[in-house]
């Protein structure tokens, strides 16, 4: 999820005019045969001009990634990709899909509902392989990675953070964890 995060970093504040992707979702990752993650399908992205922080647009994006300023105003900015990615780590983390969910529940709910007490209930079992006191030291690196999913997916673009944030967060995560 790093390697996603650095190419959302690149095509958000690298390139010379920010693209967005607008369909970020699980099926549009590949990965290579050293298990490097690479974006793909930029059939819908969009670039933004100079001074250009939105766009208005009438292109269709998945749902569960979908963000809920482009359903209620077709309004896109790089804030939306950032939604979409900390809807892909919950579903990463948790082996759960977006649109699994019935009625008002979703997985970012689900999800916040858990936290910090019940993380474990949440969580793929798989990611957590050690016993006893090692076992609390590996819960509390997930429970960052979730905590950085969920601050991607606030409803307000405004308090979602970047993805230059992203990449610094999540690769001191990931010294964490090399340590446990």
């Known amino acids: 999820m790093i390697d996603v995060a650095c190419a959302l970093k690149y095509l958000h504040h690298g390139c010379s005019s920010p693209v967005i992707h607008c369909d970020l979702k699980s099926s549009n990752v590949l990965l290579d045969e050293d298990m490097v993650d690479h974006l793909s399908d930029f059939g819908v992205s969009k670039l933004l001009g100079e001074d250009q922080g939105d766009l208005y647009t009438k292109t269709l994006a998945t749902l569960g990634y979908i963000v809920p300023e482009y359903g209620l105003e077709g309004l896109f900015s790089t804030k939306c990709d950032v939604y979409s990615y900390g809807v892909m780590l919950l579903e990463t983390f948790t082996t759960r899909r977006p649109n699994e969910f019935e009625g008002d529940l979703s997985l970012k709910q689900w999800v916040s509902y ?18 006893g006191s090692r076992l609390q030291m590996e ?42």
């Open 114 to 131: 858990s936290l910090p007490d019940v993380v474990m209930d949440v969580i793929d079992a798989n990611l957590v392989t050690q016993m």
């Open 139 to 180: 819960l509390n690196v997930v429970t960052s990675i979730i905590k950085v999913a969920l601050d991607c997916c606030a409803e307000s673009p405004a308090r979602r953070t970047n993805m230059k944030d992203v990449v610094g967060i999540l690769q001191k995560i990931n010294i964490q964890l090399l340590s446990c």
